[in-house]
């Protein structure tokens, strides 16, 4: 699935200067020390305009992510214990299925009661050690979602999707969504968007393509029900007990579904 980039800085390189440069009056002759304290200045306010551009309001440790990749594959991971405490018995054989699914599925495994496999629906240019021998013994597949798994029907008792149905449009998603839902027998877990954060790195620039369409959660829950999904209320509570427990706030839209009866 190809995907462009978007330059978070563009704003600047596109002006080809500083903020405010030319702003003070040329002199013929200008002192070194004042010389200093004007290029001070001017760095000073080029990182006050910079943090402003990007919604500088919030926390700095909510600025210091806004050029990060916020991954909500990394918060499935950290979502394991909660998920483990939702869903019980039907967490004894996953199918993960996103970007980085080999971490995932290795963090998973670790887990005594816990059987996982996983798809992995971008090439794996950079895997390592880890990863080529999960893709070997086939516990992780590389595979486009547009299509069918590669799975039978109620092959796994939980689907838990990350950073993949993000990059879909209505059209595949009409596809996608009763596919995941075919191979699972108690339902799915659908970690989504993350909302007015989400950036790529330039070195995954090459893999996604283009940005992640960043839907609201009100806009999932209307098209899941038109897909023949619908909310798994009772996983839902439990999973947002635990989590109110353990004081984890996820930053992903998290959505527990199963099949409209």
Sequence with gaps: ??????????????????????????????????????????????????????????????????????????????????????????????????????????????????????????????????????????????????????????SFSLVIVSDALDYLSPKYLNKTLPNLARVSTDGLVIFAGNPGQRRAKVSELAKFGKPAKLRSSSWWIKYFVQTGLEENESATKKFEQAASKDSYQPTCGVFHLSLSQ
């Design 1 to 154: 699935m190809s995907r462009r980039a978007v330059n978070p800085s563009r704003r600047l390189a596109d002006s080809g200067t500083l903020p405010f440069s030319g702003a003070f009056p040329q002199k013929s002759r200008t002192s070194p020390l004042l010389s200093v304290g004007l290029l001070l200045l001017g760095g000073f306010l080029l990182i006050a305009y910079s943090y402003r551009g990007s919604g500088g309001s919030g926390s700095m440790k909510a600025a210091s992510r806004i050029g990060e990749v916020l991954s909500c594959t990394s918060e499935v991971q950290q979502a394991i214990p909660i998920l483990k405490k939702a869903y019980g018995d039907s967490m004894r054989k996953v199918l993960h299925i996103g970007p980085e699914t080999c971490s995932v599925i290795s963090n998973l495994l670790k887990e005594d009661d816990i059987e996982a496999w996983g798809v992995e629906p971008y090439d794996l240019e950079d895997a390592d050690t880890s990863c080529k021998i999960l893709v070997r013994k086939g516990i992780v597949r590389v595979a486009d979602i547009k299509f069918p798994l590669p799975y039978r029907a109620k």
